[in-house]
């Protein structure tokens, strides 16, 4: 199976912060990741699909980047509902997997 | 609006069998384009694909979970199911339904309508 590596695990922030969450993919998977916010005790939320393209009614602030086995997910300026935790997630192949999260939180 | 909504036992005992269905609205559930999956969150822990069923009826599944898992869709009720055999306390977990979408514009898209999730505890 591919694994996905995130980093950080964690990161403290303030709003208005650049932030940035690399994942790196253990074997090429072209462009075939996306990014998902989940916050505490709910589903997670498609942010970013085809590791650049922004899912329908996400803000403009999040952005995505990278292909082959190294990604990131930026926030040019975090906002208070950002503060949650962010996952890739590879679907080059079988199984898909999971990166272990990163949490972002208060500075 | 398209919205999914697991239901099912909250508590299986050790060996027996978690059954979950994921009820589909506002959308239809044998349009191609989609595939049905379960994702599932241990406490605590990060986020696991277990499996995914196309509109063609190709179920694809985490090997991790060996022989013990079964999706299945009803489109006559507009749902989907996961059967988990032999369940243990690892399997412990709040379980997500979600659809996934694929588009010949966009490609794969991912995971863009999910259930909220429901807690299925594992224990005697």
């Known amino acids: 199976a591919i694994q996905m590596t995130q980093s950080p695990s964690s990161l403290s922030a303030s709003v208005g912060d650049r932030v940035t969450i690399t994942c790196r993919a253990s074997q090429d998977i072209r462009n075939e990741l996306g990014w998902y916010q989940q916050k505490s005790g709910t589903a997670p939320k498609l942010l970013i699909y085809?590791?650049?393209n922004l899912q329908s009614g996400v803000p403009s602030r999040f952005s995505g980047s990278g292909s082959g086995t190294d990604f990131t997910l930026t926030i040019s300026s975090l906002q208070p509902e950002d503060f949650a935790t962010y996952y890739c997630?590879?679907?080059?192949?079988?199984?898909?997997?999971f990166g272990q999260g990163t949490q972002v939180e208060v500075k | 609006q398209v919205q999914l909504q697991e239901s099912g036992p909250g508590l299986v005992k050790p060996s027996q069998t978690l059954s979950l269905t994921c009820t589909v609205s506002g959308d239809s559930i044998n349009k191609g384009g989609y595939y049905w999956s379960w994702i599932r969150q241990r406490p605590g822990k990060g986020l696991e694909w277990i499996g995914s069923i196309y509109y063609s009826g190709s179920a694809y599944y985490n090997p991790s979970l060996k022989s013990r898992i079964t999706v299945s869709v009803d489109t006559s009720k507009t749902q989907f199911s996961l059967t988990l055999n032999s369940v243990t306390a690892a399997d412990t977990a709040v379980y997500y339904c979600a659809r996934g979408s694929i588009t010949v514009v966009r490609g794969v898209v991912g995971f863009d309508y999910w259930g909220q999730g429901t807690l299925a505890t594992v224990s005697s």
């Open positions: 085809a590791a650049s």
């Open positions: 997630l590879q679907d080059f192949n079988y199984p898909w997997t």
